[in-house]
């Protein structure tokens, strides 16, 4: 079992930077694939960005790619999202994600074992 719990979320205006955390309990975190999704209002659930468990590999949505960066801390169980420029249509709810024994990131909301209850990012423009 795994379970995660987001923080970071909350109101900045277009143009700022934001940086999201996700704290994960379990003894599978390091060898689980760790993603960032995000559900804008009235949309469906969307890939943001994922992270190998070595951290060696990393996958970002094309639509925001250069304005993110994921990152991983084993030794602490935590995985990072640092936006940066952010726009009124990055406004969502961000959800963290995971799981343990894969070696490539799916990018479908699908493939995920466990899920976090998410943090608001809303941007004002």
């Known amino acids: 079992q795994v379970q995660l719990v987001e923080s970071g979320g909350g109101l900045v205006q277009a143009g700022d930077s934001l940086r999201l955390s996700c704290a994960a309990s379990?003894?599978?975190?390091?060898?689980?694939?760790m993603v960032w999704f995000r559900q804008p209002p009235g949309k469906e659930r969307e890939f943001v960005a994922g992270?190998?468990?070595?951290?060696?590999?990393?996958s970002y949505a094309d639509s925001m790619k250069g304005r993110l960066t994921i990152s991983r801390d084993n030794a602490k169980n935590t995985v990072s999202l640092q936006m940066n420029n952010l726009k009124a249509e990055d406004t969502a709810v961000y959800y963290c994600?995971?799981?343990?024994?894969?070696?490539?990131?799916?990018?479908?909301?699908?493939?995920?074992?466990?899920w976090g209850q998410g943090t608001q990012v809303t941007v004002s423009s």
């Open positions: 992270i190998t468990g070595s951290g060696a590999g990393t």
């Open positions: 994600a995971a799981k343990p024994g894969l070696a490539t990131i799916p990018r479908s909301d699908t493939a995920y074992d466990y």
């Open positions: 379990g003894r599978s975190f390091s060898r689980s694939i």
